[in-house]
């Protein structure tokens, strides 16, 4: 009888977990669970006096995990302010942060995006407060005990400290896609279509394919490398880091990888080093300019072979009188019809097993035409993918892009 029990009280808890995550604290009914889970209503109240009892059950593991991370660094038995000095403490702090996100980022979504109407609504603004108050206990004890060190840290610094940790798992949650909900896409053997959002998010979709097909090729599109960063900050991950992320994780082959359409300024000479030590090739806007759409196409296929692809696609490739709605805009692209004709005779009969399109901004985008041509690139790429499923290999040399 007991095991009975738990077997309800374990459902009832992922069937709210759902519905909380879909709906939201003030859009979830008691009513609504007990349906789902299978037992009346009142049979629920046995287990959770209320829905806000329950609301706190759910995202329990997630508090727990916040208020350990607080204690241990900040508590009084917290870390000691020299070892906070170190790099492998800060490296300690950064994978922390990652783990917590990478474990607990669903619980996360529900307690910081919708716990509206609950006792936890003002968690972020309450866990703020208690942590500036807590940190500043905890370096009054580090003065007396290291008197000869100015830790002397206005309030304000240490609230924004907190406040800065919140946002950026809420620009996680809003923006990136987490390895395991990608790797559980790809196991099913679906092929993802992901729009950004700005490139960041392509390095998590890379991790994904990595632990389901291995290194796979990359065909990316852009009028910047995104390689940049260094070799001594590898947890530094943004729009401009994702493949050389990619290649120093192992999860792209890049001597059968290729970025196609760059044109973007340099800060220094050595910007290619890295992608060019590693054997990652490519194909200048300008030279693309001279030698036409065909023969590129045949560079691309020639250079990816029969490997697994995934293609990646900056809608700054475009040239900006085209496609304004972007964040980092650069001349002499190249104009819409360019751009799908070389999607179509570069990609079909390819092994592609994903696909996503990033940096289209609405905001800049003057009458939506930036989004009109996302929407076609992706029509394009679905085309694509069919017609590998259909046997059919070539792109047709008449009718270009309206046939097929």
Not at 251 to 266: A, E, H
């Amino acid at each position: 009888m007991q095991i009975l029990k738990d077997n309800i009280r374990s459902r009832i808890l992922d069937v709210a977990k759902q519905q909380f995550e879909l709906k939201g604290y003030s859009k979830t009914s008691m009513r609504e669970i007990a349906v789902d889970v299978g037992v009346g209503v009142g049979n629920i109240y046995n287990y959770f006096k209320s829905k806000d009892e329950l609301f706190h059950e759910v995202v329990r593991p997630v508090l727990y995990a916040l208020e350990m991370l607080l204690q241990e660094h900040h508590g009084i038995q917290g870390e000691d302010i020299m070892m906070m000095r170190s790099e492998e403490y800060l490296e300690t702090c950064i994978n922390e942060y990652i783990s917590l996100y990478d474990t607990h980022h669903r619980l996360m979504k529900i307690l910081l995006f919708r716990a509206q109407g609950s006792s936890l609504e003002r968690f972020r603004e309450n866990y703020t407060d208690r942590s500036t108050e807590l940190v500043k206990v905890w370096f009054t004890v580090m003065q007396r005990k290291y008197p000869m060190i100015n830790i002397a840290i206005p309030d304000f610094i240490i609230h924004l400290h907190t406040v800065w940790m919140f946002t950026m798992f809420e620009e996680l949650l809003r923006h990136s896609i987490a390895k395991q909900e990608m790797k559980a896409i790809l196991e099913t053997g679906t092929i993802p279509i992901v729009l950004g959002g700005d490139h960041s998010i392509t390095f998590p979709e890379l991790l994904a394919y990595k632990d389901v097909y291995g290194p796979v090729s990359i065909i990316h599109f852009d009028s910047h490398t995104d390689t940049w960063g260094s070799d001594t900050d590898k947890e530094h991950h943004d729009h401009s880091t994702p493949f050389r992320r990619a290649i120093e994780y192992d999860c792209i082959d890049p001597k059968t990888s290729i970025q196609v359409g760059l044109r973007g300024g340099l800060f220094e000479e050595s910007d290619f080093d890295f992608a060019n030590n590693a054997g990652l090739e490519h194909i200048y806007a300008v030279d693309i300019h001279h030698m036409g759409i065909e023969k590129t196409a045949e560079l691309i296929r020639e250079k990816v072979g029969n490997n697994k692809v995934m293609v990646t696609f900056d809608i700054d490739f475009v040239d900006p009188a085209f496609a304004p709605g972007t964040g980092t805009p650069v001349s002499c692209g190249f104009i819409s019809r360019q751009a799908l004709e070389l999607i179509r005779h570069a990609l079909i009969g390819l092994d592609i097993v994903g696909f996503d399109l990033v940096e289209v901004a609405p905001n800049y985008d003057a009458g939506g035409i930036t989004s009109i041509l996302a929407s076609r690139i992706v029509k394009e790429f679905i085309t694509c993918v069919a017609c590998k499923k259909a046997g059919i290999k070539e792109y047709a040399k008449k009718g270009m892009i309206e046939n097929v």
